[in-house]
């Protein structure tokens, strides 16, 4: 007897076999991948490194001088070193110095002598009671060459009546002229003053005083000097 010959389907395997076996299959054809692009690039050479490329522009392209690359470190190569310019063999010109000559200048008029100079005062010829006298000085160089005339204590005013010494500048510097003037020939120098009709004394005092009615003499001089007189009447 023929035994009976039947045909079984084959057991499905597990899950986990058909997982690996495909696993298997991609890591396979990562390999082959990375082996074809090996052999790409050992056939296509090496890399290549870029030519720098230097443009001519303007006056450099025409006199065929290649201009420098805008940038030295794109091209790679070493920084032109700095250059000094030469200094000129011959030294620059420096101002020199100029000196003038001291202009002469004309030394300053001798003092006038007293002996040249004529004294005047001019004045009121009447003051009432409670009034001011003014008075003008005018002392004039009668001389033909210029001097240095100087308004100090030698210059004097007094107000007399015949013996009575009634108010003086001797009493008082502040009461007097003062300043030095340059008096050329027939020149003059001015001082004016004031009396209020009261008497004075020593140290710059005032003694308020009712003054007779009467002539009254207003003396001017200077040390050396010929003296001027002014006559007045003073009234009540």
């Known amino acids: 007897m023929v035994p009976d010959r039947r045909r079984y389907a084959p057991r ?4 986990r076999v058909y997982w690996f076996r495909r696993a298997i299959v991609l890591v ?15 056939i296509g050479g090496g890399p290549k ?12 392209a025409d006199s065929g001088t290649p201009s420098a690359p805008d940038s030295l470190e794109a091209t790679g190569l070493p920084a032109p070193a700095e250059t000094t310019p030469a200094s000129s063999a011959t030294p620059a010109a420096t101002d ?25 005062i001019t004045g009121p010829g009447q003051v009432k009671a409670g009034a001011t006298a003014a008075f003008t000085v005018t002392v004039t160089n009668s001389s033909d ?23 003086s500048t001797a009493d008082c510097a502040q009461w007097g002229p003062s300043g030095t003037q340059a008096l050329g020939p027939g020149a003059a120098a001015t001082w004016q003053t004031t009396w209020d009709r009261h008497r ?11 003054l007779k009615a009467g002539t009254y003499v207003a003396d001017v001089m200077y040390a050396g000097a010929s003296t001027a007189q002014l006559v007045m009447l003073l009234t009540a």
């Open 12 to 15: 499905r395997l597990p899950e």
């Open 28 to 42: 396979g054809l990562a390999l082959v991948i990375a082996l074809m692009m090996w052999l790409v690039s050992l």
């Open 49 to 60: 490194t870029a030519t720098p490329s230097t443009t001519k522009t303007g006056a450099h």
């Open 96 to 120: 020199q110095p100029t000196t003038s000559s001291p202009q002469a200048t004309a030394p300053p008029p001798a003092e006038c002598d007293p002996s040249v100079l004529s004294l005047s």
């Open 145 to 167: 060459s210029g001097c240095s005339f100087t308004f100090d204590t030698r210059v004097a005013l007094k107000i007399v009546s015949g013996t009575d010494e009634i108010w």
């Open 200 to 210: 004075s004394q020593a140290t710059c005092k005032v003694v308020p005083t009712a």
